[in-house]
């Protein structure tokens, strides 16, 4: 479900992505290889899935162009405070599309030319959406720490 939940807005489209998953996974249990873990097979097709309904779901610019500015990094003392359950509810406060890169590229470790590839979108489209959700997330972040009722510090 952490999968699904990275790369949607809401628990519903999560748990329909978790539905569409399992579906998959029995329908094509016979394609599983006893070499590797069953664990990591079904998660592999968890993170499919999300990327088609990403794909599915999300208007991208085809082409955009642009020079990255350079971004200051975030405080490393706020990082430690925060909770990975807080990160994540601060990434799906992100638009859905910048929301899919920075889960790719921060949690999955994909670089913009795979990602571009897996969403199908210019490699600029993908540094100008990363560019962009990490300027939300300092906006979001920064809520975070000032109102610190709302996370465990």
């Known amino acids: ?3 699904c939940m990275r790369y949607t807005k809401n628990e519903d489209d999560a748990q329909d992505i978790m539905n569409r998953s399992f579906l998959k996974v ?3 249990i016979e394609q599983y290889q006893p070499t590797g873990a069953l664990g990591g097979w079904i998660a592999r097709i968890v993170f499919n899935t999300a990327i088609d309904f990403v794909r599915s779901n999300t208007k991208y610019r085809k082409v955009m162009d642009f020079e990255t500015e350079k971004e200051p990094s975030l405080n490393p003392d706020v990082v430690e405070k925060l909770q990975m359950e ?3 509810k601060a990434i ?5 599309n910048c929301r899919a890169v920075f889960s790719l590229f921060f949690i999955d470790g994909y ?3 795979e990602i571009a590839e897996l969403l199908d979108i210019n490699i600029n489209t993908s540094k100008w959406l990363l560019s962009t959700a990490k ?3 300092r906006i979001i972040l920064k809520k975070n720490i000032e ?3 709302r996370i465990r510090i």
């Open 86 to 88: 807080d990160l994540y």
């Open 147 to 149: 109102e610190p009722l």
């Open 26 to 28: 029995f329908t094509k």
């Open 92 to 96: 799906q406060k992100l638009p859905a």
């Open 1 to 3: 479900m952490g999968i």
């Open 111 to 113: 670089r913009h030319q």
């Open 135 to 137: 300027k939300q997330m």
